[in-house]
């Protein structure tokens, strides 16, 4: 919850002159980039980029000196990896960040966008629904909860959402209280539009 006071306690571990910090985290601007609004959960306090953590950084006395050292194919999606050094470090420079980051008017047009594109998904369920049309989901993650939620949508417009896991078997999904079966559910109440949420 609090992360310049974790970042401040880490600089006081590391050998000032040799010592390296490496935090992986979910990067901001990839979210942002892909829409990705759903990764906007309870499991995380903070949305960072890179330009916000080398600020950060920078606050606890700390110089980011690297970014995504790693080849994308050995990343998670939507990783941010992050290096650091004391800012005593003599043998590493600090990476300066772009100051159009904080511009607020680019994360209003991305907020705008997220209301947009889930009030047309509440639109688009519920003028289906209104025609007859049964709706079922796949994937019982968090993303597919944000997204339900987002949208305002619940177990009024979803029978069911299936899942592979068999240990969510007839639970449900918080918030929108929708059940959440087993993938051969489909046979036993089937359903005319199911819904594919996001994967991690």
Known sequence: ???????RTIRELIHPEQGI??????????????????????????YVT????????RAA???????N???????????????????????????EGDPAVWDLDFYRSFASEVERSHE?????????AAEGVRWGGYG???R?????????????DFRYVVDANQSLSDWLLPKSHVPIRSPEHVYEEPVDEIVVFNYG
């Open 1 to 7: 919850p609090d992360p310049t006071q974790s970042l």
């Open 21 to 46: 910090v490496v935090i992986e985290i979910h990067d901001l601007a990839e979210i942002i980039e892909r829409r990705e609004a759903c990764l906007f959960c309870h499991e995380h306090t903070i």
């Open 50 to 57: 890179w330009q916000m953590m080398s600020r950060m950084f």
């Open 61 to 67: 006395g700390l110089k980011l000196v690297a970014v």
């Open 69 to 95: 050292p790693l080849p994308q194919e050995h990343c998670r999606g939507n990783s941010l990896i992050v290096v650091g050094v004391a800012d005593t470090n003599p043998h590493h420079k600090e990476i």
């Open 120 to 128: 047309a998904l509440h639109q688009f369920v519920k003028a289906k």
């Open 140 to 142: 019982a993650s968090a």
């Open 144 to 156: 597919s909860i944000s997204t339900l939620s987002l949208a305002g949508l619940d177990n009024r």
